[in-house]
């Protein structure tokens, strides 16, 4: 009999164990060298091709180029701001991903996780994809009707180097969102 109970408990032991083995993979931070570091949001704001609140809602699979993972996200836009629809669906190529045997992210960068709330900036890729400009600058978390940027308080990945002077920490979203829509009339 405690033979037949072993054997039943067996299964669900390992399964547990798998749960926690996943749980357990190593975070490794990539040090990040942004091409550009825009200056403002103003520049920020027009050398965007779309801006929008978003929603995450999922990651697709990491892929990974020359040792280095890249995950794409599917998103859908709550509040357009420019160059996107209410409910439009597109896809956020990042820096970073869950591999077999660790989490990738860049420092100060974060990777988004289904149902978060952000604020991108970003550019068209050639294969219709966006990117996000500037890495941490490009990109605010919403919170609360509050925008923070990535790498404010530590962020998720510990960092708290500001990466410009672009950085948002409890700034409110409505007046934010309304102060890019005047960037904007002046870019057009």
Request: net charge negative; proline share 6%; hydrophobic share 40%.
């Amino acid at each position: 009999m405690l033979l037949a109970a072993v054997c039943m408990l067996l299964p669900t032991a390992c399964a547990v164990g798998n749960d926690v083995q996943d749980m357990e993979k190593e975070i490794e931070y990539l040090p990040a060298s942004w091409s550009y570091r825009y200056e403002d949001p103003k520049e920020l704001s027009q050398a965007s091709d779309l801006i929008a609140l978003v929603t995450v809602r999922e990651a697709g699979e990491t892929t990974v180029e020359s040792g280095v993972p890249y995950t794409v996200f599917s998103v859908t836009v709550i509040r357009p701001v420019f160059g996107s629809e209410r409910d439009q669906v597109f896809s956020i190529y990042m820096t970073g991903g869950e591999t077999e045997d660790r989490i990738v992210e860049v420092e100060g960068d974060p990777l988004p996780q289904p149902g978060d709330e952000m604020l991108v900036f970003c550019a068209e890729n050639p294969d219709g994809t966006f990117r996000i400009l500037g890495g941490p600058q490009g990109r605010l978390i919403c919170e609360d009707g509050k925008f923070r940027s990535p790498d404010a308080a530590g962020g998720k990945s510990g960092q708290a180097e500001v990466f410009s002077g672009i950085v948002a920490e409890d700034a409110d979203a409505d007046a934010l969102i309304r102060e890019i829509g005047k960037y904007l009339t002046d870019k057009a």
